[in-house]
């Protein structure tokens, strides 16, 4: 079955013709080739593919693509101002919060979504590693994503941030 | 010039699965449900009916049109067992363990290659199962290769020192035991690739997460049966690797899948398919005692190790070959008379071994770490006073070992003192009696160790080769080509820094190359980056930066001595007139005016252009025989507690102290310790690969096999010392393999002495709640 | 034997969204051939990659997060009630649940992974009638009922009586979850929630306990304990309610209702733990909930 959708993606309205068996992540990356958005465990154990759902942190992969008909999503692509990298990328450059980098778009997601969300001072450590245990990582032990956020969070509130 | 940072962040990072070619067909491949079955029949009709699907690949196409899989490493010596089964890519007879492939679809699209892999029937005639080494060893056991007397695959047998006379100088020797569950490294990425055949050239290219290129190449162009010149692969960006994506395996199906077909191929591996189909690590047993003196000097060893090694790896002898450093390593930092070492491997229907962080080296220092704090606590000594009774002292090297390591130096006592200065132990054993009145049990575990790094044995395909490629380009920009992989491990950013600072280029004005089987060498594995493709660029750079002072001397009418550079700049002496950016420089050296410009001498010798091409080898394995070259040391002291009640164990505090010799990048060694920390604390309490009797894998997820998410990863506190190596180039040691070696052996300490009032000795991991529960509830009764 | 494929297709699928409720049910009434009611998909998926599930094509899907009155938390007549269809996270931030409930809050916060609890729905926790489902045990003992309707009408029935078994429940053919609707606990009761499993986050419960208790520092009136992953179906353990009615909750009281409730469950062996582990931590944990409620109501 064949199921015409409409999205906001990156800002951009888009009409895709998807199949009712097909999942978000296949649709955004094998329709829309944004293949910023990873697979790899396909059931939503590993947070690699996440992308924000108005405005909210999900994995693609235990979506379907017809049922986020209506929706604003959100990809890493989508955090860039042309080639100018979004602050919370900065902060994961800078803090070395990327090492293969695969698992770094899905964390920039959920990064971003709590750093948008969050007011008051600081986040809290525990904050931030509670709000990211749905994302794996194995090759930083979190040390410098957990910075990267924390940097991010203070950009934000000095005005760097869109 | 754009960053790899900037790429991968921008979400323009391209690996495996990014893939995407003209025509470009899918494979998926379909496993075994049994873990050793004949096969009876096999049909394909039923999926090769699916519209979409191209054609079916059997274990029995695998075998007409492919070799078996290539010997990569073969010891053999008197006394010693090493045995290699001849296997391919996929079996046309026999499967061995659950989940090994007997089938690929190739079809239009991912997902009818996986409808139609469901429609493939296969009748099995199901064999007994040999389920773990205990099992294979026993006399009668069914045996997993008909040509084999028994599943024994592997003993070596090793006389380092002299065992004897040490033990006859003991005051007393302790019986040591020690396990460790099956582990997987899991990248979040699986293994993928994108094979070509063309037809018309008779050349194969692949393009994928290949961590070897240069080996990998050899081994699929063996397999093929292709010529190795008409080979060519090409790694892209990489989603992690620890050693497990140098395989030349099912990629061989997705070659032969090109060839059959005259499409691009892809193949990208779920999850699932990654754990099931290995490669898998860890699985040993140690038994053995060790001799000691009342004061605590360390004395001997007589130690058996045993693997169950699953089946014979795809990389064949590769797996056995990690039986080296896990007897070997045992010797670690300190002073021993001597030892006498037993490594066995067997063979099970479990999926096969390969590389991962650690290889071995983590087992015998895990081993022996253990068994050094288990002989404090009976000599009644703190686990630091042992360690600084047995160091290698710092005015003591180069050292050579009894295990025939030549350790290159460090200041063993420094660096754990340093880890004092971080860690008031003192402060936490106070604490740890005080809770103990109250029922709260604080454990502080700590753990020294040498990371031997940078392999090179002979008779294996870890020979120590390794080639480095630095070339200035006309327009000034400088590209780096080596062996290394970037594996997310920092090979980009080692290289940038290191020939920017030789060359004195801008850093923005360096393009590490993508590593394709052009470059040789063995790639990034056993902590080799910084000791063999970083001394090999550098020494590239090195005498390109030769060239450079000679080039510009002659082009300011000076000499070498003059020449400065500095961010980009080329200068004479203190003349500011005489000034080149590396892009004016490069132009005039290259086209205008020109070489004939150059001196004649430099023309006469065929040293025009500016690229240099270099090989590097080990100063100190030639004439010792040393395995590794270089010996990075570190401190681990971990604090827990442990809920005896319900078995769960919390990280309290976590410091790490490395000397890794010179810095290349504080940053990349740092995200090395805190990701190797963390796995290690993954196999320290959760991590393992549970398989059934009958050799079933029951945990094969994400959601199943569990690895530390950040809630479970503690705060780790770092510190560095600085002795620079004298065997590489640049004074850096391997390191990337350390901070595992420590962690699962720091953590597993300090829950056995949080569990020290039950009389408990941690001698199994990982130390899952439900495994620490049941060694209290099996205590003597309450508290001693 | 399934034979092994890293991660299957997903079946061509019938994809159903109605808009209200009306449309839900009679498309449910009409609905030709095999179909499942679906709303986060968060289990729906998995099921089928890991080859749990198997339909063949053509199977329809009826997602009813189309149907607004699914959704959303309200506190109605003393009663607290929740839309089948409200996502975990909702409940997570709901103003309702984290004053009158927060026992439910606390168990949702440790349910999966934020992406998962922003899709998943607590609708489909309880269909799932996974044992280890972990909403079920606070519901449990906040003594919630669940109602679902067909076209032909609306039924309730407690909590308690709803799982049948793994995977089953006595939802009957062509009906939908409406609603869980519980009491709104007063200032007299206190109840509490943990769980156990092989990591701390974001992993698969091998026991969850809930715990309710209503009194005062000087005696316990009523009392209920709830556990997940210890049996077929999450469950009401009874037996220890009498140990501790009509007592002071001393030391000694709690100590032994915990020891009852624990010597009243049969769990299993499974791949994430043994029954003894299982029986030994029902026991440590009622015992250190019940006296966090005692805490509480003081």
Sequence with gaps: MK???????????????????????????????????????????????????NGEPVNSCLMLAAAADGADILTTEGLMRGDQRHPIMDAFVDLHGMQCGFCTPGLLMTGYSLVRKANGGDLDEATIRQSIEGNLCRCTGYMNIVKAIQEAKRRKDAGDWW | MESREHRLISGRGQYADDLDFPGMAHLVFVGSPHAHARIVRLDVAEAEAVPGVIRVITGADVVEHTHPLPVQANFTSPGWTWRLAEVYAMPADKVRWHGEPVAAVVAEDERTARIAADK?????????????????LKPNAPKLYDDWPDNKQVHLKFDFGDPDAAFKEADRVITVSNREGRVTGL?????????????????????????????????????????????????VDIGGAFGLKIHAWKENVVALASKLTGRYVKWFEPQRDFIVTGPHQRDVSWQGEVAVKNDGTLLGLRATVTHDLGVESTQ??????????????????????????????????????CAYRGYGKDKGIKFIEAVINRVARELNMTPEAIRFKNFIQPDEFPFKAINNYVLDNGDYPGTLNRALEMVDVDKWRAEQEKGRAGGRHIGIGIVTSIEPAGVAVPNCQMGGLTQARVAICPDGTVEVDSDRTEIGQGSEISHVNIVSGILGCKKEDVYVRPVTSETIGQGPLSSRGAVWPASAVAKAAKQLRAKVDRFAASMFDATVDDIRIADGVIGCGKDTEKQLTFAEFANKAFFFPGPRRLPKEVLLEHEQLLSVTTTWYSPSTPESGSSYTTFCTSADIAVVEVDTETGVTKILKYAHVHDAGTVISKKVIDGQIHGGIVQGIGEALME?????????????????????????????????????????????????????IGSKAVILTAVEDALSPFGILVEDSPASPERVRAWVNGSKGDEQ | MNQFIGSRALPDLVYHRPGTMDDLLGLVKGIEGEYRVVAGCTDFIPAIRGGKWRFADGINVVDIRGVKALSGIREEKGEIVMGAATRLSDILVSPVIREKAPVLADAVSQMASPQVRNTATVGGNLCMASPAADTAPPLLVLDAKVAWRTADG???????????????????????????RFPAPGPDEAARRTRMGQRTAFVCSIISVAVWLRGGPEKI???????????????????????????????????????TAASNIAPIDDLRATADYRKSLAETLTRRLLAACVGDLA
């Design chain 2, 120 to 136: 493939i029937q296969v009748e099995y005639d199901p064999l007994p199962v040999v389920a773990g080494a205990e099992d294979a």
């Design chain 1, 3 to 53: 199921i015409t959708v409409h999205y906001t993606i990156n800002s951009k309205a888009c009409d895709l013709e998807v199949d009712a068996g097909e999942t978000l992540l296949e649709a955004l990356r094998n329709r829309l080739k944004l293949t910023s958005v990873h697979r790899s465990c396909e059931e939503g154990e590993c947070g690699a593919c996440t992308v924000l759902l």
């Design chain 2, 688 to 740: 393992e690969l549970k398989y059934d009797r009958n050799g079933q894998l029951l945990n094969t997820s994400f959601a199943e096999y569990l690895i530390p998410t950040a809630v479970e990863a503690p705060v780790i506190e770092i510190a560095h010392l600085v002795t620079p190596s004298p065997f590489s180039e640049t004074g850096a040691k391997g390191m990337g393999e350390a901070p595992i």
């Design chain 2, 316 to 353: 064949k002898g590769i797996a056995a070959l990690s039986i080296f450093p896990a007897c070997s390593s045992p010797c670690n930092m300190y002073r021993w008379k001597g030892m006498h070492i037993e490594g066995i491997g067997a063979v099970t229907n479990k999926s096969f071994y």
């Design chain 3, 221 to 259: 009136e009523a009392a209920r304990i709830a556990m997940g992953a210890v049996a077929p179906t999450p469950i009401l353990i009874t037996a220890a309610e009498s140990v501790l009615i009509g007592k002071k909750p001393n030391e000694a009281t709690l100590a032994e209702a915990a020891k």
């Design chain 3, 154 to 180: 609306e039924e309730t029935t407690p909590l308690n009586k709803f799982f049948l078994g793994p995977g089953a429940t006595v939802l009957p053919p062509r009906s939908v979850l409406t609603e869980i």
């Design chain 2, 187 to 235: 990248p979040i990425e699986g293994r993928g690739c994108v094979g070509h055949y063309d037809r018309g050239k008779g050349t194969l290219t692949m393009w994928g997460a290949f961590q070897t290129p240069y080996l990998q190449r050899h081994n699929i162009a063996a397999a093929m049966g292709l010529p190795e010149a008409r080979v060519s692969i090409n790694a």
